[in-house]
């Protein structure tokens, strides 16, 4: 197996989109990743794209080609693969590439993730969502990812030390960091009490507990590490690529509060970069619900169930704390086009470690990035380096 480095990074600004198309998202960021890496579309070898749910977002499937095509890629004939697994479709698309590139088959390749979500209504939204909730069991029950979220939060806050004013933290501190990053969808600072009085999604689940709905793209550009140094003086080695599955419906899993998949992909990742909890310097976690992050943060291993409230409350989190966590603002603040949320933390993560970062830059040679589909079903966890 080969070393991977990112070489470059491009992501549009997250928000709503209305003048600019699906396919015009992605064309954005993948510009933009180019540009960076100084590589030009005839050197590209393959294409990986996140992407949830186009077909019933936008009604476009075939994305792999639509894409290839759309960014002039169609008459040199590059390979281009559509990854899905729902809000970690980003992750995994950055995880076949890795694979591609490390395995020897391919040298320079893009690996992007893109979805446009405003063009139907919430209610619509929120359906199309709930598809990556096993239908049968859930979804035709009832139960919405705000709904199912919402369970976890309670069994978590029955069985740990949880308050609700230290959840609320969780959005304040990524609200702060979002205020910070340019491209983030909510750039607004708010209070404890913007949460608390803002309006109940699904009990006990606020307006600001909860990811938004998003449109955006993101694309990195990956090569094998010895040849880094052809395109930048600054490139960004992949450390580990680590990724797990569990059961797709919450009723069957072991424990509701703990994302077992999160504790497998993060046990993989310290175990294949040889490293350590202490040598993590930031980590971008998948905050769909402000619960999320407490339990990311658990489950990866960074301190003891029941204690990421605290923490948070604490600043240990914040920029300035032990261990930064969503410096981009996270889906909470930055948004959450879900197919293009795990490749949008690839590039926070290599604009961290670029230093780079301006007003949110925090002093990291080592960053993590966690995403997770559905409740947990998929979890993709990767570990980079500068
Ligand atoms: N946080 C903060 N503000 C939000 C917000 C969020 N998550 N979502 C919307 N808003 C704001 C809007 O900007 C708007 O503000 P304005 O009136 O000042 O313009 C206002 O709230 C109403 O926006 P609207 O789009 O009508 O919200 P909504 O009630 O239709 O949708 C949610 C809100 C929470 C239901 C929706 O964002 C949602 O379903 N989020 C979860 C997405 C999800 O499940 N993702 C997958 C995770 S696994």
Same mark, same amino acid.
């Given at each position: 197996?080969? #070393?991977?480095?990112?070489? =470059? ?38 294409? !990986? ?5 186009? $077909? ?7 994305? =792999?080609?639509?894409?290839?095509? !759309?960014?002039?890629?169609? /008459? ?21 590439? *890795?694979? +591609? @590139?490390?395995?020897?088959?391919? #040298?320079?390749?893009?690996?992007? $993730?893109? %979805?446009?979500?405003?063009? @139907? ?14 239908? %049968?069991?859930?979804? &035709? ?5 705000? $709904?199912? !979220?919402?369970?976890? +939060? ?23 960091? =979002? ?15 913007? @949460?608390?009085? /803002? ?21 990195? *550009? ?8 052809? &395109? ?65 943060? %658990? ?13 948070? +409350? ?25 197919? +293009? ?23 990291? %040679? *080592? =960053? ?19």
């Amino acid at each position: 197996m080969r #070393d991977v480095a990112v070489i =470059g990074v491009g992501c549009t600004e997250f928000g709503e989109h209305w003048s600019t198309s699906f396919r015009d998202l992605f064309v954005k960021a993948g510009t933009l990743a180019l540009e960076d890496a100084g590589v030009s579309g005839e050197k590209l070898d393959a294409l !990986y794209v996140g992407n949830m749910s186009a $077909g019933r977002f936008v009604e476009q499937e075939h994305i =792999g080609a639509l894409i290839a095509d !759309y960014a002039g890629l169609a /008459s040199n004939h590059v390979p281009s693969t559509r990854v899905e697994a729902a809000c970690a479709s980003g992750g995994l698309a950055f995880r076949q590439a *890795v694979i +591609a @590139v490390a395995s020897g088959m391919e #040298d320079v390749v893009v690996a992007a $993730g893109v %979805e446009k979500m405003t063009d @139907v209504g919430t209610g619509a939204s929120v359906d199309m969502l709930a598809s990556a909730a096993d239908r %049968e069991w859930e979804g &035709f029950a009832g139960a919405t990812f705000p $709904g199912l !979220y919402a369970m976890i +939060a309670n069994d978590y806050m029955h069985r740990y030390p949880l308050t609700r004013e230290q959840l609320a933290e969780v959005a304040v501190k990524n609200h702060e960091n =979002g205020s910070k990053n340019p491209i983030a969808q909510f750039r607004n600072r708010i209070t404890v009490d913007t @949460v608390l009085s /803002s309006s109940l999604v699904a009990d006990p689940l606020r307006l600001f507990d909860c990811s938004p709905i998003t449109d955006g793209a993101a694309a990195v *550009v990956v090569v094998p590490l010895e040849r880094a140094h052809e &395109f930048t003086d600054s490139p960004v080695k992949v450390l580990a690529s680590a990724q797990a599955s569990d059961t797709i419906a919450l009723h069957d899993r072991r424990d509701i509060s703990t994302l077992d998949a999160t504790v497998a992909a993060g046990k993989r990742a310290f175990a294949r970069a040889g490293l350590t909890h202490k040598d993590i310097d930031l980590v971008e976690v998948h905050d769909c619900f402000t619960i999320a992050e407490i339990c990311a943060i %658990e489950d990866l291993g960074f301190c003891k169930k029941g204690e990421a409230g605290r923490l948070t +409350a604490e600043g240990a989190t914040a920029l300035n704390g032990d261990l930064p966590v969503n410096t981009s603002g996270g889906l909470k603040a930055c948004g959450h086009p879900v197919g +293009a949320t795990g490749i949008k933390q690839i590039c926070e993560v290599v604009t961290q470690l670029r230093g780079e970062a301006a007003g949110r830059q925090v002093d990291a %040679e *080592v =960053g993590m990035a966690h995403n997770v589909g559905g409740t947990g079903a998929t979890v993709v966890v990767h570990i980079l380096g500068a």
